[in-house]
Structure formats: structure tokens, C-alpha cells
């Protein structure tokens, strides 16, 4: 029911649902996919964290709100959520990757390390992951390389449904384009605080 046409039409069903259901997790987790397929993250939000409230042992509204607090630069949120989902061994490694991540936007590059390598070691398809990230390009050489080649990886299997995948994608999409965007941001103010010294050396 969740195809890009039919989104609306989702909506109206789970939330008819909840009026004869109200502590549905299914229902609420799934119009948090349908919010966050049409970008409404807020809603997202708060769908997640009403099915996270209902079955706080189900981590996969754990791991969508820590992408979308990623995507709003909420960095201690995100890194709460994704932490949250460590107690989950199949998104155990998604969530260290995760972690890494945060720990290098906060410029913390040691721990982003040693994240992005705790994921590696449970799932070595993330060195290639990690490796065609522009944000790990500083702290590439210190990943542990997988022992067996990259194309030898098998991929992972999770039980993940194909809305959840297509989900989880779109929020990774969007945290890309959203966070080039932050990262720009940051460089002109290193940039402008560098001028502001070689002005001060020049007086």
C-alpha cells in the first residue's frame, strides 16, 4: 500500500485503524514510513516514538528516529536512538556505523575509528560503505581491513521488509544531500576564523 501514488490513501487506513486499535505498534511504526517517504519527518517523529513507547523491545523505530534526529543535525538525540538499537544484533552493526558518523561531525575522530570499525568487525560490507563516504575521507587509513576480499563480502540478510528498505534508503538519501549541505556550512566559518588570524599576524 505504501507505493509513492498510494501514500494518502495509506495514511487514511492506519489512521482509521487506530480508532479501533490505539496501541497498534504496526500501525503507528508504519505511517511513520509513509510520513517519512513523503518528508514529513515530524510526523515521522512522532508516529516512531508512539510505536517505540508501545514496544520498546522492536528497534526499528529506534534506528529511523536516529536518522531522522541525523538528518535534523540533533546529534545527541541521534546518537541516543542509535544506541538504543545496539541491543538489537541485527542492527547492531547499522548502529555503530551510525555512531561513527556522529563522532566525526562532532570532529571526534578517534571514536569515530573505533565505531566505523566495531561495525566492520560484524559486518565487513561497511569498510566499502565507509570507504565511499566523503566524511570518513580523513580517517580512511585507520579502518581494519576486512580479511577476505570486498567482493567476497556476502551480503548481510536481515529481516527487514522491502518498505523498511526503501525507507531506510530514502532517509540515507536524504541525510546525504542534507549533510553536504551542513558540512559546507561549517567549512566557511574554519575558513573565516583562519583569516581573522593571518589578519591579526599581519597587524
Not at 168 to 190: C, F, Q, R, W
Amino acid at each position: 500500500m505504501c507505493s509513492q501514488e498510494l501514500y494518502k490513501e495509506a495514511l487514511n487506513i492506519y489512521s482509521n485503524g487506530l480508532k479501533h486499535s490505539p496501541n497498534n505498534y504496526d500501525l503507528y511504526y508504519n505511517m511513520g514510513i509513509v510520513y517519512t517517504m513523503l518528508n514529513d519527518f515530524p510526523n515521522a517523529k512522532i508516529c516512531y516514538e508512539k510505536a517505540a513507547t508501545i514496544n520498546s523491545i522492536c528497534y526499528h523505530a529506534y534506528y529511523a528516529l536516529g536518522q531522522i534526529n541525523l538528518i535534523e543535525m540533533d546529534l545527541d538525540e541521534a546518537e541516543k536512538y542509535f544506541t538504543k538499537c545496539l541491543e538489537d544484533k541485527e542492527q547492531e552493526p547499522d548502529a555503530y556505523y551510525k555512531i561513527g558518523k556522529i563522532y566525526m561531525l562532532r570532529g571526534d575522530h578517534d571514536n569515530a575509528v573505533k565505531f566505523v570499525n566495531l561495525a566492520i568487525e560484524l559486518d565487513n560490507s561497511y569498510i566499502k560503505i565507509a570507504n565511499a563516504e566523503p566524511i570518513f575521507i580523513p580517517v580512511k587509513s585507520k579502518f581494519q581491513m576486512p580479511i577476505i576480499d570486498e567482493e567476497d563480502i556476502p551480503k548481510r540478510k536481515t529481516s527487514h521488509t522491502k518498505k523498511e528498505k526503501k525507507a531506510m534508503k530514502h532517509l540515507d538519501e536524504t541525510y546525504s544531500v542534507v549533510g553536504n549541505i551542513n558540512l559546507h556550512k561549517l567549512k566557511p566559518k574554519a575558513k573565516s576564523i583562519n583569516k581573522e588570524n593571518t589578519k591579526e599576524r599581519e597587524f
